[in-house]
């Protein structure tokens, strides 16, 4: 059976209702639908973070212009969807892994990357002065059980000698002493590295630096229908047809396997869920200890994620769920109340104001993938397991250079893997329910 998350015969489709769509001020402006045929030299399929980036930098790089076709709005996928936290992580594969693979050195590239990736997306807010309310370099993972602090002490250990990554562990004190109280919190480790932004104006900042660099960038223009004329790929939209030299796939957790063959079989969206409470009281905050703004998130493989937004709500999110149903998202929600009051028992019944959930884009071999198809002309990059604000950014910036024909930037032999079909395709979610089963199962012990 295949996977489609966007229909395409519906374009133009509101955001979702999200505390990042109601805070981030007026929609885009000059994002008509396609209205007519065309012919273009690249066309990019996806209006979000790996979309806008490739545009971006492929203008102010090498003043080359692009044309994204997005379904729905701009962002309006994981990019305008998912916690804003653009923190180190590159696939879920062990790190030792890649040691024993590629060699040390190898690794330190595939890692580096990974590095760079937060940097590109801090440089951007700079250079660009794209208000995202970024918060302060750091970012916290805590222990939710006591023997997790084992694996926080290798880490530490292991991520200073292989890879130069500063960390500070902390014991349970410390973390209540400085940042916060919770009852699932027995120690952490303190990154250096890594951020949290807001979700949406980060997209639409990205889109706004996009147009000024001469890209197009078109919403409501689904693509219905993929076939060749020759040297050139026919993308039909609801408003035409884009006749393109070069095409980039880059809906991730979004795409679809109907799309194009280099796709089919290959991607399992998993659905991320979110609430956000109203704003805490200068008491509940006093009462949790709750002093830092920094991105949280927990040693579980099914992660919770959370974080004290500029005006003083919890967001707090996390992975799981198989289908997205009203009936789910319900059931979703209240889970994750339950679960906050769980971790924090002083916010046992706080309104939540918003619910919203994403799908998040999950490769057979857990890893993220940067690669071109057919004779060279189709590019895709995706598959970034949640760890996408800063990696999609980074791998629109490498596929920019693959676009432009300049070689100063390669993927890493990590991201530069051919991307896998799933054995039996049909069978994801089968699989997917029983990965959950043992996650979960992992995850108490």
Not at 49 to 69: C, D, E, N, Q
Not at 132 to 144: M, Y
Request: with cysteine.
């Amino acid at each position: 059976m295949a996977i489609n998350i966007i229909d395409p015969t519906v374009p133009g489709q509101p955001h979702v209702d999200s505390y990042w769509a109601a805070t981030a001020g007026a929609e885009l402006a000059d994002t008509p639908p396609i209205s007519a045929d065309c012919d273009v030299d690249i066309a990019i399929i996806g209006g979000g973070y790996t979309g806008l980036s490739t545009a971006l930098h492929l203008g102010r790089k090498f003043g080359l212009t692009s044309h994204v076709l997005e379904a729905n709005q701009i962002g309006w996928g994981c990019s305008g969807r998912n916690g804003g936290f653009a923190t180190l992580g590159i696939g879920k594969t062990s790190m030792e892994g890649w040691i024993a693979k590629w060699g040390e050195a190898e690794a330190r590239r595939v890692f580096d990357q990974s590095r760079d990736a937060v940097r590109l997306v801090r440089r951007l807010l700079e250079e660009e002065a794209i208000d995202a309310e970024a918060t302060p370099d750091g970012n916290l993972e805590l222990a939710h059980l006591p023997n997790r602090m084992r694996g926080l002490e290798h880490d530490q250990r292991f991520m200073q000698t292989k890879f130069g990554v500063r960390a500070q562990l902390l014991d349970k004190a410390e973390v209540e002493r400085s940042f916060l109280v919770s009852r699932e919190c027995h120690g952490a480790l303190l990154y250096e590295e890594g951020f949290a932004l807001h979700a949406l104006k980060y997209a639409r900042g990205l889109a706004r630096v996009a147009q000024k660099a001469g890209a197009k960038l078109y919403s409501g223009s689904p693509v219905q229908g993929w076939s060749r004329d020759g040297q050139r790929h026919v993308l039909t939209t609801p408003g035409g047809k884009v006749r393109a030299r070069q095409v980039v796939i880059a809906g991730n957790g979004y795409t679809g396997d109907r799309l194009h063959p280099a796709i089919d079989g290959r991607l399992l969206p998993a659905l991320s869920n979110i609430i956000v409470t109203r704003p805490l009281s200068e008491a509940e905050r006093r009462q949790l200890n709750w002093s830092t703004t920094l991105p949280i998130s927990d040693s579980r493989n099914l992660l919770f994620y959370y974080r004290l937004l500029p005006d003083h709500r919890i967001l707090f999110g996390a992975r799981g769920g198989i289908e997205d149903t009203p009936a789910s998202r319900d059931a979703h929600k209240a889970w994750l109340q339950r679960r906050l009051a769980d971790m924090f028992p002083s916010l046992a019944g706080i309104e939540v104001t918003h619910f919203w959930n994403g799908w998040v884009c999950v490769p057979f071999d857990k890893s993220p993938h940067v690669n071109s198809v057919e004779d060279g002309s189709v590019h895709y990059a995706l598959g970034y397991v949640g760890t996408g604000v800063a990696l999609a950014t980074y791998c629109g910036l490498l596929l920019a250079h693959r676009l432009a024909g300049d070689d100063s930037l390669q993927p890493s032999p990590l991201l530069a893997k051919p991307l896998p079909r799933f054995p039996f395709p049909a069978l994801r979610r089968v699989y997917q329910r029983a990965m959950y089963a043992l996650f979960e199962l992992q995850d108490r012990r």
